[in-house]
């Protein structure tokens, strides 16, 4: 096992207060944390899940015991506040203890430092979730490195949602290429413990460059699944960038979860790397 | 491969390798922890249905073409797929020249050799070459052990230039599997790659040939869903894209669970991913046994059958 890998395993198994020798069955334990859930409709997509509750039972009935669920009203709507509450009063009322909200920021609106600031204060949520290709700026914009850095400031993680569908197939009234992540290499050493789980990688990032992707890795980078493809998808990823972490995401419900959870089944992993996957990087990344 | 030969080497080959099936359902694969995915299978039936998977290519690593498949076959078996039909071995070529999808071909046939239990040849061809097409089919499904044609992105499917080889595939009972995707409404699309609605316009011309719709358009799988709606010999094949939500619903919804397939398009793509959106959507159980296994079974019989096999 890689270093880094094997501190944010270290990591994940002493916050759970489990020892490393008892890893198969901290999976169980631990359970699985689903990084990548969004709550309402994608405009163009009825999604398998109508209703919060429908979301919820889903979820649980295949062993999720967290949800980072950000909302679909993040990425379109203007009034972003409203869509924060909305999101942070429908996991409490609705989201059956496993739904975490993760709020948005557009970084292009006004005041947008203060959705931030009721993200943590008023919602009490530990990650934001951002949508720069909707939005309308890269990641060597200078209003993302401010972002990163007050988010960092106040121990915020940051998701930066890659992509949402493929955007060969887009509407041709709501079409948004998929966010470049190259800026991050020089953003990243400009905001010290940043904390970045970049969303739908895809097939341009997780199966592209090698080079980036290892260095986005070595800048402390996080990945989740729910757009890696390839046949044995996790096992080839982890050893074609050793130390690269990988967490758990199904991009639910805009995709079929199962979709996901069969991705751990065909990859051969070690008892640490599933462990690492189902919900020992999302703990560090927490943690970190 | 001769006909004799191939039939001999597919007995032998039954009789001594484990079903991916059998290997799903083995002892390691249903301990807890090595069992991540258990859920996904509800009742575990469907797991010991044993997948035929309509779309594949073997692009594992490997020192010959058999041992490529090798690699393949042990994903395939975590998965509970039990048999694949390939085509296309890499390197991919838009528009191949005879010589090379005959080099493909040879690729497929050296795998069937000694994975004939297990995979199903769909033979490699560019109808902008028609007379080496047409021969090359002759060599692989006639004379030889492959079952199906796979056409990609060499000649637009509505080109009058396929007609000679459907008519022939008729005649052989070979499966047709043609590619289509919707790129940017069909704006995208590489100069010769098809559209469902291209393919509904080949099949108008065939009736009664069954078709298999690769892809189904792809990520616009709800146009490709309309397109073939009114071709009942067309066929979709669900894989190769993303698993978005409500895909599978739409298709059996409107073209009937007897004419949806489940396909991954492995190695680009996850066994699992593809997978998924068939376990993961709201059909019956009934339904995703046809789309799992069933409907390919039955396509693929006529053409087995001519070979003297059941499947």
């Known amino acids: 096992m890689e270093r880094r890998l094997f501190f944010a395993s270290a990591a994940a198994v002493a916050a759970s207060g489990l020892s490393s020798v008892a890893a198969p069955a901290a999976a169980a334990a631990v359970g699985l944390i689903d990084t990548n859930v969004t709550l309402n409709q994608w405009p163009i997509r009825q999604s398998w899940a109508p209703t919060p509750a429908a979301l919820v039972q889903r979820l649980k009935r295949h062993g999720v015991t967290r949800a980072w669920t950000g909302t679909f009203e993040g990425v379109l709507h203007t009034d972003m506040a409203g869509a924060n509450t909305r999101l942070a009063e429908t996991c409490q009322r609705e989201g059956g203890g496993i739904l975490e909200p993760i709020g948005s920021v557009n970084p292009t609106f006004p005041d947008w430092e203060d959705d931030i600031r009721r993200c943590q204060e008023v919602h009490r949520m530990r990650g934001l979730r951002l949508y720069p290709n909707y939005q309308g700026y890269a990641l060597d914009d200078e209003r993302f490195v401010r972002l990163l850095k007050i988010a960092t400031d106040r121990r915020l993680f940051i998701q930066i949602a890659l992509s949402i569908e493929d955007d060969r197939s887009q509407n041709p009234a709501l079409t948004a290429l998929p966010v470049q992540a190259g800026p991050l290499v020089e953003v990243l050493p400009k905001v010290p413990g940043a904390r970045l789980l970049l969303l739908n990688g895809g097939s341009r990032v997780l199966g592209g460059n090698i080079d980036l992707l290892q260095r986005l890795s070595a800048a402390g980078v996080m990945f989740d699944l729910a757009t890696l493809e390839g046949v044995a998808g996790i096992e080839n990823l982890l050893r074609r960038v050793p130390g690269i972490r990988v967490t758990f995401g199904s991009h639910s419900p805009y995709f079929y979860f199962e979709s996901a959870l069969l991705k751990l089944q065909e990859s051969v992993l070690s008892p640490t790397e599933l462990e690492a996957v189902r919900s020992g990087n999302a703990q560090a990344l927490l943690s970190a | 491969m001769n006909r004799r030969a191939f039939l001999h080497t597919s007995v032998l080959a039954a009789a001594t390798l484990p079903t991916a099936a059998q290997a799903a359902t083995s002892g390691s694969n249903l301990n807890p922890a090595n069992d991540p995915a258990a859920s996904v299978w509800g009742s575990g039936d469907l797991r010991k249905l044993g997948a035929w998977d309509i779309h594949s290519h073997v692009g594992t690593p490997g020192p010959t073409p058999a041992k490529r498949m090798e690699v393949l076959i042990k994903i395939a078996d975590r998965v509970g797929v039990e048999r694949l039909c390939i085509c296309m071995s ?40 028609l007379q080496a097409s047409l021969d090359e089919l002759e060599r692989c499904v006639n004379d030889g052990p492959m079952i199906g044609i796979k056409l990609w992105v060499g000649t637009r499917a509505n080109a009058a230039s396929l007609d000679p080889i459907v008519r022939r595939a008729s005649e052989l009972k070979a499966l047709i599997l043609q590619h289509t995707w919707i790129k940017q409404r069909g704006k995208g699309n590489l100069p010769h790659e098809s559209t469902p609605m291209e393919l509904a316009e080949l099949s108008g011309r065939h009736p009664g040939v069954p078709i298999v719709c690769g892809h189904t358009g792809g990520g616009d799988w709800a146009l490709g869903i309309r397109a073939i709606r009114a071709r009942p010999d067309l066929y979709a094949d669900l894989g190769g894209g993303d698993p978005v939500s409500g895909e599978v619903e739409m298709a059996v919804r409107e073209l009937g669970a007897n004419r949806v397939l489940y396909g991954s398009d492995v190695h680009g793509r996850s066994f699992g991913s593809q997978l998924g959106r068939v376990l993961g959507a709201d059909i019956s159980d009934a339904d995703k046994r046809l789309i799992l296994r069933e409907n390919l079974r039955g396509l693929l019989l006529p053409a087995l059958r001519r070979k003297g096999l059941t499947g």
Not at chain 2, 93 to 118: C, G, H, M
């Open chain 2, 90 to 129: 890499p390197p991919w070529q838009y528009e191949p020249t005879p010589e090379q999808f005959r080099r493909s071909n040879d690729d497929v046939l050296a795998i069937l050799k000694e994975w004939s239990s297990r995979a199903f040849g769909l033979v490699y061809l560019n109808a902008t070459h």
